[in-house]
């Protein structure tokens, strides 16, 4: 995870603990707006992430990178396009653009399906935050 030790971190998330092994990764990627949680309280740690949750933390990344993200797809053809929530709608049409989302079907993104079988939110921020301090080297 990146070392921001000296960093001020903000208003915690009620339900991170500053001394799990992930709260360095949830607190960086919260502080570079990667995640934003459920609200200023709430992150969800042990919630299994949706597609749309990874297509969004992705996206956000790639402009934190300072990647191009300007490919959109269109989802019209996909019957569960207006459910995606609008936090994520331009995440989503990125990350179908760029062919990250896989569809098992063609009429439909299943956003609200897990994306990483049983990952949860900490793990790929921890992951997230390794690939960013080792990318800052």
């Known amino acids: 995870s990146p070392n921001i030790e000296n960093e001020i971190w903000g208003y915690p998330f009620k339900d991170v603990d500053v001394n799990a092994y992930y709260a360095t990764a949830v607190y960086w990627a919260r502080m570079n707006g990667i995640v934003a949680g459920y609200s200023d309280e709430l992150f969800g740690p042990n919630d299994t992430i949706t597609r749309e949750q990874m297509a969004a933390i992705l996206y956000r990344y790639a402009q ?13 053809k996909f019957a569960d396009a207006a459910q995606v929530g609008s936090y994520a709608v331009e995440a989503i049409r990125w990350a179908n653009a760029e062919g ?19 990952a949860d939110m900490k ?7 390794s690939i960013a301090s080792a990318s800052a080297l």
């Open 100 to 118: 990250l989302l896989i569809t098992r079907k063609v009429s439909a993104l299943y956003i609200h399906m897990p994306h990483c079988g049983s």
């Open 64 to 76: 934190y990178k300072g990647c191009d993200t300007t490919a959109k797809a269109d989802l019209s």
């Open 123 to 129: 793990s790929i921020l921890t992951i997230g935050g």
